[in-house]
């Protein structure tokens, strides 16, 4: 199974639980693993944020998901949001990666991993875990990747 990541993973692991002195250990394991992506919009988030200079340096090297096709679902997609949503919030979703991230996702059945939170049914807000759920696509966090792929990050420890 492969796996795409959000921006908010990147930004939570390096602000709060992974930190690159404390686990530097996840960065090199993001580095290396085959089956983990993420899409150049997410690399162009996180070159915006406050966090850049040390965040875009750890993020550099993890793959980027490259589609070469144009993405048949991002039609309906962008009418389910449009007719789900309001407005404001229909631009706020459509606007950023997390729409692309979900489009993906769908073409290619990647798993999205994300730390926003499944909102539930009749939401005002747009998350991605709400709209996965609607389009029948898997969508977890990093700790249940890491659990899904039975990862030992001590194996990626530079010393």
């Given at each position: 199974?492969?796996?795409?990541?959000?921006?908010?993973?990147?930004?939570?692991?390096?602000?709060?639980?992974?930190?690159?002195?404390?686990?530097?250990?996840?960065?090199?394991?993001?580095?290396?693993?085959?089956?983990?992506?993420?899409?150049?919009?997410?690399?162009?988030?996180?070159?915006?944020?406050?966090?850049?200079?040390?965040?875009?340096?750890?993020?550099?090297?993890?793959?980027?998901?490259?589609?070469?096709?144009?993405?048949?679902?991002?039609?309906?997609?962008?009418?389910?949001?449009?007719?789900?949503y309001s407005s404001?919030?229909?631009?706020?979703?459509?606007?950023?990666?997390?729409?692309?991230?979900?489009?993906?996702?769908?073409?290619?059945?990647?798993?999205?991993?994300?730390?926003?939170?499944?909102?539930?049914?009749?939401?005002?807000?747009?998350?991605?875990?709400?709209?996965?759920?609607?389009?029948?696509?898997?969508?977890?966090?990093?700790?249940?990747?890491?659990k899904r792929k039975?990862?030992?990050?001590?194996?990626?420890?530079?010393?």
């Amino acid at each position: 199974m492969r796996y795409l990541l959000d921006t908010n993973v990147f930004i939570e692991a390096y602000r709060r639980y992974y930190q690159e002195k404390i686990v530097s250990s996840f960065w090199e394991y993001l580095k290396e693993e085959e089956d983990i992506f993420t899409l150049q919009e997410v690399k162009d988030e996180i070159r915006k944020g406050k966090d850049k200079d040390t965040l875009e340096n750890l993020v550099k090297a993890v793959k980027i998901f490259s589609y070469d096709k144009p993405l048949t679902n991002q039609q309906m997609l962008s009418d389910y949001i449009y007719k789900n949503y309001s407005s404001e919030q229909a631009g706020k979703f459509l606007n950023v990666a997390d729409y692309l991230l979900v489009c993906v996702a769908k073409e290619y059945n990647i798993v999205i991993v994300t730390h926003e939170n499944f909102l539930g049914k009749g939401a005002k807000k747009a998350s991605i875990p709400n709209i996965c759920k609607e389009f029948d696509i898997d969508c977890v966090d990093t700790f249940e990747m890491l659990k899904r792929k039975d990862i030992d990050l001590s194996k990626y420890n530079k010393d």
